[in-house]
């Protein structure tokens, strides 16, 4: 379930992308401006906070929030710097590195969970990708919950995620675009959270 407020972090990264990569107009400082803007909104997200609406399962939704504001900081990063918008440095790498072991700590809990495993795969590629600048315990971890995510849920885009991160990390490359060549649709359930969404 991807909380509405890092859905929308993630749609605005997506669009400055675009951006980066086509208008070679826009002025550099302004995008990388924006880029620290909805680093800062993701970092100060709280998902104890937006867990306190739940009726029920309150620790199951802190877990899911705690998980995709990690998985959406590295995609923040990692997608950014590949773009040219954001710079690799000291600051940056140490960010990704403690989102890095964030999301390692919670995707493990998460994913022997039956209730939360099925929202779980976005996260687990994204924290593929960051992998590459990882130990191989960290690939292994990934690479073996991408195939008992396959098997429990019964469809074969976990192995199709496995394939692409494990060439990724083969391939001695560490951009992001250089993992995807082409979009893919790394969801199993489509889920959003929209309880917080009001009709105009």
Partial sequence: MFPPKLLAQVCKINHLRLRAQTNKDCNEQDLLQEAYSILDCIET???EESARSKSSSKADWVRIGTVYRSATALYCVLSLQ?????PENTVLRNICVGHGQTLSFHLAESLSSARTKRFMLWPLVVQGVEAVYSDTATRAFV???????????????????????ESFWASGNRRWDNCFDKPYPFTMQIAVDVSQVSML
Wanted: avoid cysteine; aromatic fraction near 10%.
């Fill in 143 to 165: 690479s073996e919950q991408l195939s008992k995510l396959s098997w429990s849920v019964g469809t074969s885009i976990p192995l199709t995620a496995q394939k692409i991160l």
């Fill in 82 to 86: 590949s773009a040219f918008v954001l």
């Fill in 45 to 47: 997200y709280s998902p």
